[in-house]
C-alpha cells in the first residue's frame, strides 16, 4: 500500500478562532498558514518564521506549507520596484528553506484574491456556504463601480439580470456586496474602499492576460533557480474563479494556463497547486484528465466541490457532492502517487487539505474567516480520508 495524503488543516494564526487544539482533533496531522501579519513583499525574518514554528510544533503538528508568501503588486504590473521585490522574496524562501519549510503555495491573481458575492448562502439542511453570483458580480461592476467598459463585455441578457438584481436590493444590501466583493488578502480584515480599487484598476490599464503572462514567466526566471537550490516547491494556486471579473485578466484557470506556467520555467522546484474548487467552477476544465497529464507537478492539493449553474453562477458544494466528481480525482490522485512510488520520489504522500467547509452547528458561533469553520471542514477531511482509503483498499488490497 502506498503512504496516504498528508492531511493539512489551513490556520490563520494566533489571531484565528480555530485553535491549534481543535485542529489536532480533527486528525490532520500538518498545518498551512503563513505569516499575514507581514505586509506582501516584505521579508519573513527567520526569528519570524522560527516563532510561528515553535508555537504549531508546541501544539503537537508541523507546519507542512506555506500559504501563501503573497506577491507584491510591482511584480505583477512589472513596475520598477519588481526586481527589488523579487530579491525580497528570494530571500524569504531562503529563510523558510533554513527552517525546513520546502512548500510554498502562492497565486498571481491581480488585486483581488478569491471573490464570492455571498458569504453566507443558506442551503436547504440551512448550512452555510459562500457562493459566487453572477448576475450579483455584473450589477456590481456595472451599478456600483460603474467601470465604464463593463458595459461592452456584458450580454444583454447578462446586464438584464444584472439590473433585476441590482434593483432588488436594499442599500444595505448593496453596501455589504461591495464589502465582500472588495475584500483584500485571506488572514486580513482589509476591504478596499471602491476609490482605492479604482486606483489598483488603473495599474492593470495596458495589462492583458499575455502580458500578464510575460510579467509571471519574469517571476518565475528569477527566482525558480534559487528555489531549486534550497528545495523549496513553488506551487500556484488558480484563479478563483477562473475567468476575468471587473476588468482584471486571469491566467491561471484552464489547462493550457498550468501547462504555460511549468513551461515558464521547467523545474522541479516550479510546480502547481491543483485546487478542485476553482478549476472545477470551469465546466471546460477536464480535473480528473489534468491530474493524469500534469500529476508529477503538483505539489499540494485543495479539495473542494463546487455546484455550477447555467449562468457561471456557483456555490460551495459538499465535498463529495456537486459538479466535480471527486470519486474520479482521487482515483487520479492516487494512480499519481503509485507513479511517484515506482519512481523513487520522495514526495508520495502529496499534502492535502479540505477547502472552504460549510458552517455547521456549533461553528455559527464563532467569527471565523469565510470558508474556514472548523466542523464543516472537519467533515470534508473525514469524507476525503474514507474516500481516499475506499480507493486504495479497492485498488492494491
Known sequence: MINNLEQTFRWFGPQDPVTLQSITQTGATGIVTALHHIPAGEVWSPEEIEKRKTMIEEAGLQWSVVESVNIHESIRIAGPERDGYIAKYIETLKNLSAAGLSVVCYNFMPVLDWTRTNLDYRLSNNASALRYEAAALAAFDLYILQRPEAVHEFTASQQEAAKTYFDSQSDDEKTQLTNIIMAGLPGTDDVFTIEEFKVHLKKYEHIDAAVLKQNMAYFLQAIIPDAEKQGIKMCVHPDDPPFSILGLPRIVSTEQDLVDVVNACPSPANGLTFCTGSLGANPANDLPGIVERLGQHIHF????????????????????????????????????????????????????????????????????????????????????????????RTLFS
Open 301 to 392: 492539493l485543495h479539495l473542494r466541490n463546487v455546484q455550477r449553474e447555467p449562468d457561471g453562477s456557483f456555490y460551495e458544494a459538499d465535498h463529495l457532492n456537486g459538479s466535480t466528481d471527486m470519486y474520479a480525482v482521487m482515483k487520479a490522485v492516487i494512480l499519481e502517487q503509485q507513479k511517484r512510488a515506482g519512481a523513487g520520489r520522495a514526495d508520495v504522500a502529496i499534502p492535502m487539505r479540505p477547502d472552504h467547509g460549510h458552517k455547521l452547528l456549533d461553528d455559527f458561533n464563532y467569527n471565523t474567516y469565510p470558508g474556514y469553520s472548523v466542523i464543516g471542514r472537519l467533515k470534508g477531511l473525514a469524507e476525503l480520508r474514507g474516500l481516499e482509503m475506499g480507493i486504495k
